[in-house]
């Protein structure tokens, strides 16, 4: 969890108060910190390039606003893409198409040609889409997901690694698809696996490791092709609860690179974070409208919800919040923070002890960068909040506020029905 400075008991966000840019960009809003995205990419990068060379592929769908993909591209990233739209987004943020991994499930021949199409590197998740891709371009660069029947992860739903799950080519047929890529007129260069996300130790990273050294080996000894890069993708935890204890970025390098580079003659490691990168970067904030004391508890009725920030809904996630306007003041009561959304499970909070709550105070709620927006919908007619980006104390609008309009534009009624 990030710590905010404050002055008068405002909280500042990258050098600016929170109740600043809600008076101009009203709420709900998220704010990035440009600074801290920066500083997470690298540190992330360092840790395992120390070691040895590295390669971040940063997973955009934690977050694709196009001015952070500018501020990522900057800094030399480069990108998990898991659909044609996340490519053409990175594609307009300035990436090349040979700083893009392509690693989808399920794909459709229509994506895999639209893909191919761009010269994005493919990472194949089954047979059949090796059979399909060979058919639209074997010269393309590929490499392969194995399911490495290693899974971890905050919460069941993002478990990705467990021989159970729907991701991956299975451990025991995976040399099988090296030689058939080979037969098939390609060259593949690589191999990843993703065991899932929010993994807060080290332990099932170096575990998935040291079976994707294994199969390297195998690939060596049986049909004589060394890969050039191995992806141990991504899942890097963040402390959420203030009690939570940061991923040791040290150890967790450490751990993989020393079994990678005594075990393979592979040149590069690939790391694909996207949480890490971008999660504690950026707050929501969203304005106290109505405060009302039940039987059995006060709720903090505010205008952001499960459509704008669905994880604590979704996956009962923790995030912190603290009323931004009321920083350094002690606990007094303890409040449900809870959206417009009409159902029970709207709340972006629950049971937190916070200053005394009125209308019209700023609730921040912190680490909503990663799987905040990009997770948002249009659930009961709601639009798309604002997005801006913080710098040394400037601020800038990164993404409009959807309109009502628009969430009507793209629908028609039959003119048979306007009768
Ligand atoms: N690589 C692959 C192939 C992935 O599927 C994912 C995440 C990542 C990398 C990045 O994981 P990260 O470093 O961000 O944990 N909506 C959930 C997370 C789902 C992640 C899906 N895949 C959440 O809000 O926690």
Do not use: W
């Not at 501020?71 to 053409?88: F, K, M, N, T, Y």
């Not at 970067?281 to 109505?290: E, P, R």
């Not at 003041?329 to 909070?349: F, K, M, N, W």
């Amino acid at each position: 969890m990030r710590k905010f400075e404050s002055v008068d008991g405002q909280m500042l966000i990258g050098g600016v108060r929170a109740t600043e840019i809600v008076k101009k960009y009203g709420t709900p809003v998220y704010v990035t910190d440009e600074d801290a995205v920066r500083s997470n990419y690298r540190a992330v990068f360092n840790a395992f390039d120390k070691r040895m060379p590295a390669r971040i592929n940063y997973a955009c769908k934690a977050n694709t606003n196009l001015a952070i993909l500018r501020i990522l591209e900057q800094e030399g990233s480069c990108i998990d893409a898991v659909s044609i739209g996340e490519v053409e987004a990175c594609l307009r943020a300035g990436f090349t198409p040979d700083r893009i991994m392509y690693t989808g499930v399920n794909v459709s021949t229509a994506e895999l040609k639209a893909v191919a199409a761009r010269r994005v590197p493919i990472n194949i998740d089954s047979f059949s889409e090796l059979e399909r891709l060979a058919m639209i371009d074997p010269s393309l660069p590929i490499s392969f997901r194995v399911n490495p029947e290693v899974g971890a992860g905050h919460h069941e739903k993002v478990v990705t690694g467990a021989r159970s799950t729907k991701f991956g080519i299975p451990k025991d047929r995976i040399v099988e698809a090296y030689a058939e890529a080979v037969q098939l007129g390609f060259r593949p260069s690589g191999l990843h696996c993703h065991i899932g996300a929010g993994v807060q130790v080290a332990d099932p990273f170096v575990k998935a490791t040291e079976v994707l050294v294994s199969i390297m080996q195998s690939i060596e000894k049986e049909l004589g092709l060394r890969l050039d890069f191995v992806d141990i993708g991504g899942g890097i935890g963040i402390p959420y609860h203030p009690e939570d204890h940061a991923m040791d970025l040290d150890a967790l390098a450490e751990g993989v690179t020393s079994l990678i580079k005594n075990g393979t003659s592979a040149k590069r490691i690939v790391v694909e974070p996207g949480r890490y990168i971008i999660a504690d970067s950026t707050v929501l904030l969203t304005t106290v409208v109505d405060v009302k004391e039940t039987p059995d508890k006060n709720f903090a009725g505010v205008d952001a919800g499960m459509n704008t920030l669905v994880r604590p809904a979704f996956y009962g996630s923790f995030h912190h919040v603290a009323v931004a306007n009321k920083f350094d003041r002690p606990a007094e009561a303890t409040y449900d923070v809870v959206g417009p959304i009409c159902e029970s499970g709207d709340h972006l909070a629950k049971e937190r002890a916070l200053p005394r709550v009125e209308e019209g105070d700023v609730i921040c709620v912190y680490d909503a960068g990663a799987y905040g927006f990009s997770m948002a919908s249009n659930y009961n007619m709601r639009p798309f909040p604002r997005e801006v980006l913080v710098h040394k104390g400037t601020v800038n609008l990164i993404r409009e506020r959807e309109t009502i309009e628009d969430l009507m534009r793209n629908q028609r009624i039959p003119s048979r029905l306007m009768l």
